[in-house]
Nanobody
Framework: HVQLVESGGGSVQAGGALRLSCVAS????????MGWFRQYPGKGREGVSA???????SHVDSVKGRFTISKDNDKNTLYLQMNSLKPEDTAMYYC????????????????WGQGTQVTVS
């Protein structure tokens, strides 16, 4: 059973930084591709970052050079370090997972958490 619990969202000024964390249920980090997507109010989802089990990383163009995805398998935790935040980064951020590497690297996920809000003003 895949459980994902996000934390670390908040309100920051433009140019600031936040680090999102996602604690996954035991064993998930070792066998699933993990990632993040965001959802804007009244709009669809946008994939943000993904890391497969081999460590291959994908980022959407708008966050390249600003966001970094990483994970700590021992802590069952996925991170998203977000630097140089912009107002257009304001969204609900979701931690996500999928057992299929290709889908996950293209930001298509089968499982996700409840989300954490990021607001940049």
């Amino acid at each position: 059973h895949v459980q994902l619990v996000e934390s670390g969202g908040g309100s920051v000024q433009a140019g600031g930084a936040l680090r999102l964390s996602c604690v996954a249920s035991e064993g998930i980090m070792d066998t699933y591709c993990m990632g993040w997507f965001r959802q804007y109010p009244g709009k669809g989802r946008e994939g943000v970052s993904a890391m497969d089990i081999d460590g291959q990383v994908s980022h959407v163009d708008s966050v390249k050079g600003r966001f970094t995805i990483s994970k700590d398998n021992d802590k069952n935790t996925l991170y998203l370090q977000m630097n140089s935040l912009k107002p257009e980064d304001t969204a609900m951020y979701y931690c996500a997972a999928d057992e299929r590497n290709w889908y996950c690297r293209n930001f298509q996920f089968n499982f996700w958490g409840q989300g954490t809000q990021v607001t940049v003003s």
